[in-house]
T-cell receptor, first 109, second 116 residues
Framework: DAKTTQPNSMESNEEEPVHLPCNHS???????IHWYRQLPSQGPEYVIH???SNVNNRMASLAIAEDRKSSTLILHRATLRDAAVYYC??????????FGAGTRLTVKP | NAGVMQNPRHLVRRRGQEARLRCSPM?????VYWYRQLPEEGLKFMVY????????ESGMPKERFSAEFPKEGPSILRIQQVVRGDSAAYFC??????????????FGPGTRLLVL
């Protein structure tokens, strides 16, 4: 799977939007962009994924750049329960799903 | 619909003992993946199994570690003669599809292994 680059950490205030960036300049045409998050002491939780078009679900939105070399996970109103490590993952290989260091999101009340 | 289940949630073993970690995939899922997460690190893929078959074990240590997914019952990750470096959280994930790069993968809550 191609490599992704994310900031190590970000902070947000409660009830404000959060934009979590991910760079993936070596993405191939068949790579899907997946986002997972891991709350403290829990297993990873699926957030959203997309290929080319922007995607929305009840948890978040995924904005994908036109050239697909970057994407942004958008939490529309951060809550304290959104504090987690967020992983941006490119999926081409069907077996290995590579988790990098992710972005640790802190939400301040 | 119950999610991916793992047990035990916590396991303490002394050096040299065996550890058995169990994973029951989501109903209808026949593909199981095991990951290991060392403290303060990301998850590392270990092995991918389908019912009765190991498909990809490229992330498994060559010695002491084995995995199975029998026709009946949960998937088992077995660690023989544990050492302190095996202390980690072990997560299981499942998927209904063989080619799941375009779909989600559901994870269990993990088993935290502590080797004394």
């Amino acid at each position: 799977d191609a490599k992704t680059t994310q900031p190590n950490s970000m902070e947000s205030n409660e009830e404000e939007p959060v934009h979590l960036p991910c760079n993936h300049s070596t993405i191939s045409g068949t790579d899907y962009i997946h986002w997972y998050r891991q709350l403290p002491s829990q297993g990873p939780e699926y957030v959203i994924h997309g290929l080319t078009s922007n995607v929305n679900n009840r948890m978040a939105s995924l904005a994908i750049a036109e050239d697909r070399k970057s994407s942004t996970l958008i939490l529309h109103r951060a809550t304290l329960r959104d504090a987690a490590v967020y992983y941006c993952i490119l999926r081409d290989n069907n077996n290995d799903m590579r988790f990098g260091a992710g972005t640790r999101l802190t939400v301040k009340p | 619909n119950a999610g991916v289940m793992q047990n035990p949630r916590h396991l303490v073993r002394r050096r040299g003992q065996e550890a058995r970690l169990r994973c029951s995939p989501m109903k209808g899922h026949s593909h199981v993946y095991w990951y290991r997460q060392l403290p303060e690190e990301g998850l590392k893929f270990m092995v991918y199994l389908q019912k009765e078959n190991i498909i990809d074990e490229s992330g498994m240590p060559k010695e002491r570690f084995s995995a199975e997914f029998p026709k009946e019952g949960p998937s088992i990750l077995r660690i023989q003669q544990v050492v302190r470096g095996d202390s980690a959280a072990y997560f299981c994930a499942s998927s209904p599809l063989a080619l799941d790069r375009g779909s989600r993968r559901d994870f269990g809550p993990g088993t935290r292994l502590l080797v004394l």
